[in-house]
């Protein structure tokens, strides 16, 4: 199915055309939608590949952008086109690795067949409203795309959705093998926190400065052996990274200047053009969360979410709770359906709904529009997992965060939070990793009421929104992107 798109070429005003392929995981999709989204703004034709399940996902939520959305139609350059990818399309079900990976082969031929249809039996028809497919933007993890831009003789643009320190601990993984810091010993990793006060130190990563070799991604902590499909994953995405015409990074250069030094040095043309967050898509003014937060005084709000993917164990959500019925303060808390319905009716503590919510104080939703919510005057700090979309929402509007990070490059977020920027604490974990209702409590508390995060946060927000604006350096690296597109169609 295709949708959008409307217009002649001449309305449209598009002189390069892109074909946009997204990873099927939320997160990743969320990405690449919104950098889809800046560049149809900036008169750049672009086809957007919608894995199904989130397609699915985002017409029943009516709150992720869906082709659908009224607020789509303002880019008349944005097209869609939705991909089969075998995933179940119940939001119920939580998203797992296998699943994932199951889901490639299945993804790789829908979107192939689409571009055989684009190109050859539409090409003309679409010729009309829109110039021919002259670049595939692939999501970097996604590294089958190469192959397919082979075969059609397109060029391949990979976007990276994280970090560039994440992109370069990957990037680096023949190195780390060298060096023996993968695969990660198993001592270092099964006894919990243990390992991160005695783990290595990693120091041959060029403009990183050394870290415990459990800073990581989980997928390579995690790694028992060099063909672990995981650690493959990752490598095989930064693979030839240095044959690429261009790697766009949804990071600001400021925030992590001398890793996108050392990268460009060593020949990868890496190019900050984050955060895409001018263009807000989640839109839904009217939801419940949003309503009730009308209701809560400026900054007294607790916003706690965990993205789309991670989850807590049943003794940690307890342990969440409790520490944030003691730490006193108000809180909107997204649960999400998949966690809802996979946990038993022990999910929550003994009457804490009844103490808290029913009582007014606390609000508990399955999804919010997290965009609004984190933009809402009432919000005072995020419980994050340190997802990079979320802490990217959370400094474009000045928000401090607890972070409490679980998995894949997320350490090595919450470490940008709490050494780099100033602007949050980390949850104190046990040595077995789990943390208590006192943690919970206190890290809370330092964030509500120390000025000092608040602050810094303003000053991190200034940053990344100068960095978007004419003659900032994101804005610049999107302008020399589309130049480098129109030197594709010659
Ligand atoms: C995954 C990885 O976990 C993360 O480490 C990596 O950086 C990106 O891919 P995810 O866990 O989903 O992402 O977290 P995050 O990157 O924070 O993305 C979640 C997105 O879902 C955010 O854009 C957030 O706004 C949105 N969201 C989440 C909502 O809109 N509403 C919600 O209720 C919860």
């Known amino acids: ?89 119940e939001e119920e079900q939580s998203l797992t690795a296998e699943l994932l990976h199951m889901s490639i082969p299945i993804f790789q031929k829908s979107v192939s067949l689409i571009l055989d249809r684009l190109l050859f039996e539409e090409g003309h028809a679409l010729s009309a409203t829109l110039p021919p497919i002259s670049c595939i933007l692939s999501d970097a993890v996604v590294s089958w795309t190469r192959q397919l831009a082979d075969t059609a003789s397109l060029p391949v643009v990979p976007l990276w959705t994280s970090t560039a320190t994440s992109y370069s601990m990957s990037a680096h993984s023949p190195l780390l093998i060298f060096y023996e810091h993968l695969p990660v010993k198993e001592e270092l990793w099964l006894e919990g926190k ?57 990071s600001v250069y400021e925030l992590e200047c001398q890793v996108f030094d050392a990268l460009r040095s060593e020949g990868y043309a890496v190019e900050a053009v984050g955060p895409f967050l001018r263009h807000r898509i989640s839109q839904n003014s009217d939801h419940e969360s949003l309503q009730w937060l009308n209701k809560q005084p400026v900054s007294s709000v607790i916003y706690i979410a965990l993205g789309t993917v991670c989850h807590l164990s049943t003794s940690e959500m307890h342990a969440l709770a409790l520490g944030l019925e003691a730490c006193g303060h108000r809180f909107l808390w997204v649960i999400r359906q998949d966690e809802a319905s996979a946990a038993n009716s ?6 804490f709904y009844a103490r808290t919510v029913a009582g007014g104080r606390g609000c508990i939703m399955t999804w919010v529009p997290q965009e609004e919510v984190l933009h809402h005057t009432s919000v005072g700090a995020f419980f994050s997992h340190c997802g990079w979309n979320s802490i990217l929402e959370s400094i474009w509007e000045g928000i401090p965060i607890v972070a409490c990070p679980i998995a894949m490059e997320q350490r090595s977020n919450a470490k940008y939070i709490v050494e780099h920027w100033k602007i949050g604490v980390e949850l104190k974990r046990h040595l077995d990793g789990s943390f208590s209702k006192e943690a919970v409590e206190e890290a809370l508390l330092q964030v509500m009421v120390s000025e000092s995060y608040r602050k810094e946060a303003g000053r991190i927000k200034c940053i990344i929104r100068h960095a978007i604006q004419e003659g900032g350096s994101s804005h610049s690296n999107l302008i020399r992107f589309q130049k480098l597109l129109h030197s594709f169609r010659l």
């Open 1 to 89: 199915a295709s949708v959008g798109g409307s217009g002649t070429q001449e309305e449209n005003g598009a002189k390069t055309h892109i074909l946009a392929v997204p990873f099927q995981a939320e997160g990743h999709i969320k990405s690449m939608l919104q950098c889809a989204i800046s560049l149809a703004s900036m008169g750049v034709a672009v086809t957007f590949i919608y894995p199904a399940r989130f397609h699915s996902l985002a017409r029943k939520r009516s709150l992720l952008p869906s082709p659908e959305h009224p607020s789509m139609k303002a880019y008349s350059s944005l097209r869609f086109e939705v991909a089969d990818d075998g995933l179940p399309l």
């Open 194 to 250: 243990k390992w991160m006060l005695e783990a290595p130190l990693v120091e041959c990563i060029p403009g990183l400065s050394p870290f415990p070799v459990t800073d990581l991604p989980t997928e390579f902590c995690k790694a028992e052996t060099l063909s672990d499909p995981s650690l493959e994953f990752l490598a095989a995405a930064c693979e030839n990274g240095k044959e690429a015409p261009c790697i766009l990074v949804n």
């Open 346 to 351: 022990e999910l929550l503590p003994d009457g």
